[in-house]
């Protein structure tokens, strides 16, 4: 039995706590805000207080419940004790249980719009995004970098280019986990969807990455374990990330 601390999204808590229920290892769960997303600067420096909080001796390993959402996972540092971290490029992947159940979600409808329990009960009020949809934090950052490196005329000119995802979005699927009674949470979707004029769809869930994650099932080719004196970096092949020497 290992003793393990995650640092988990609010936006995957009942997931989580579900599959921790389960594991034969102690699991601690520590939940941070899904609002965080929103400027991954932020998350990225909240994670990494979390992970330099963990004392020397207090656990096992320190399990990253997060994809690379957006760039808030690069640069991530192990300090006493290995990280875990799925190689997924956000939640949705966790939310369906393979990369390749996403792109295959992907490929067949590029413009959707994600919805689950987790993350609409824990929306904040008058916020209708979905999961992994951009929103306001990461285009003020995003905007702030094309300033600084093309100018203003040009950060203008491609953020109204960029500014037309929002007319791509064709479908909302809502994702059930299975972790209670999701149907006035499924209406939620079901009502943006009419309202936009999208297909609606509901996708069953799968905990797969999750329960892998808590039990210690980590396959390489799923799961990056970065040890101490580690960070986590970027990398250009399927692997997504890669453990990079300080």
């Not at 995003?142 to 490196?149: N, Q, S």
């Not at 979707?189 to 994650?213: H, I, P, S």
């Amino acid at each position: 039995m290992k003793k393990l601390i995650a640092l988990t999204c609010s936006a995957l808590a009942r997931s989580i706590y579900a599959a921790a229920a389960n594991s034969p290892n102690t699991v601690i769960v520590r939940l941070f805000d899904q609002g965080l997303h929103n400027t991954p600067k932020n998350l990225r420096a909240r994670l990494q207080a979390g992970v330099d909080a963990v004392e020397p001796g207090e656990c096992e390993a320190v399990l990253l419940a997060y994809g690379i959402c957006g760039t808030s996972a690069l640069g991530l540092v192990a300090r006493h004790v290995p990280l875990v971290i799925p190689r997924a490029h956000d939640c949705i992947t966790l939310y369906l249980g393979s990369r390749q159940r996403y792109q295959a979600e992907f490929d067949l409808h590029p413009g959707t719009y994600w919805y689950s329990m987790d993350y609409l009960e824990h929306n904040k009020p008058g916020s209708n995004a979905g999961l992994g949809a951009a929103n306001l934090g990461v285009m003020q950052e995003m905007y702030a970098e094309y300033v600084e490196k093309f100018g203003q005329d040009n950060a203008d000119y491609l953020m109204e280019v960029m500014g037309e995802w929002g007319k791509h979005y064709d479908r909302a699927a809502f994702i059930d986990m299975g972790t209670g009674d999701a149907s006035a949470f499924e209406q939620i979707a079901r009502d943006q969807a009419e309202r936009r004029g999208w297909l609606f769809e509901r996708k069953q869930g799968n905990r797969r990455l999750v329960e892998m994650l808590v039990r210690g099932d980590w396959p390489d080719d799923e799961f990056l374990v970065v040890p101490p004196g580690y960070s986590i970096q970027q990398s250009g092949g399927d692997e997504l990330i890669q453990a990079v020497k300080l």
